[in-house]
């Protein structure tokens, strides 16, 4: 598969034997994924000014955009990339310096940016703009232009998003056979 994994400056991607890198992606800098996700074709997650994590099965779908902040703050997680594990991402999102709980599903064509904050066992709308410093709590539905809270989500729609994590380390897996 062409993929490009990228050095940069004293930095080296570290990806776990177990996760699935498709053709076209670009993973540059301080980056560290850990087993069993996938990052699908044509991603690109740049970890060239700050550092960028990817949970336990967590999966990256097409085209989408992972970059970070230079770090302003006494925080040592400003500007980092976080994404927990069995987190659902989308078709051609834009992750920027944000934390992404466990858990969670991000619809195709969100953007969330810098400093937001998305709890646990949450879901993103397709389309979705977070906006800076957003916080939204455990269990929320998220949409809109800006992004607003909708509602707690329900047990179904919570069972949902491991399904959906799960059924993306079975597809990536497929790729291989």
Same mark, same amino acid.
């Given at each position: 598969?062409?993929?490009?994994?990228?050095?940069?400056?004293?930095?080296?991607?570290?990806?776990?034997?177990?996760?699935?890198? %498709?053709?076209? #992606?670009? =993973?540059?800098? /301080? $980056?560290? +994924?850990?087993?069993? !996700?996938? &990052?699908?074709?044509?991603?690109?997650?740049?970890?060239?000014?700050?550092?960028?994590?990817?949970?336990?099965?967590?999966?990256?779908?097409?085209?989408?955009?992972?970059?970070?902040?230079?770090?302003?703050?006494?925080?040592?997680? %400003?500007?980092? #990339?976080? =994404?927990?594990? /069995? $987190?659902? +991402?989308?078709?051609? !999102?834009? &992750?920027?310096?944000?934390?992404?709980?466990?858990?969670?599903?991000?619809?195709?064509?969100?953007?969330?940016?810098?400093?937001?904050?998305?709890?646990?066992?949450?879901?993103?709308?397709?389309?979705?703009?977070?906006?800076?410093?957003?916080?939204?709590?455990?269990?929320?539905?998220?949409?809109?232009?800006?992004?607003?809270?909708?509602?707690?989500?329900?047990?179904?729609?919570?069972?949902?998003?491991?399904?959906?994590?799960?059924?993306?380390?079975?597809?990536?897996?497929?790729?291989?056979?």
């Amino acid at each position: 598969m062409s993929k490009n994994i990228i050095n940069f400056k004293n930095f080296i991607p570290k990806i776990d034997p177990s996760a699935i890198i %498709f053709d076209g #992606v670009h =993973i540059i800098g /301080d $980056v560290y +994924i850990e087993e069993k !996700c996938s &990052i699908w074709f044509g991603s690109v997650l740049r970890g060239d000014v700050n550092a960028i994590k990817i949970g336990k099965r967590s999966n990256i779908q097409d085209n989408t955009v992972i970059h970070t902040e230079h770090s302003v703050s006494n925080s040592p997680d %400003f500007g980092s #990339v976080q =994404i927990g594990s /069995d $987190v659902t +991402i989308g078709h051609n !999102c834009i &992750i920027h310096a944000c934390k992404i709980e466990n858990l969670c599903l991000v619809g195709m064509g969100s953007i969330i940016m810098d400093g937001a904050c998305i709890g646990e066992l949450s879901i993103i709308g397709a389309g979705s703009l977070i906006t800076k410093g957003k916080i939204f709590p455990p269990k929320s539905l998220i949409m809109g232009n800006p992004a607003k809270f909708i509602r707690t989500l329900n047990e179904d729609e919570i069972k949902n998003i491991a399904f959906s994590a799960s059924r993306y380390v079975d597809l990536a897996n497929a790729y291989l056979k």
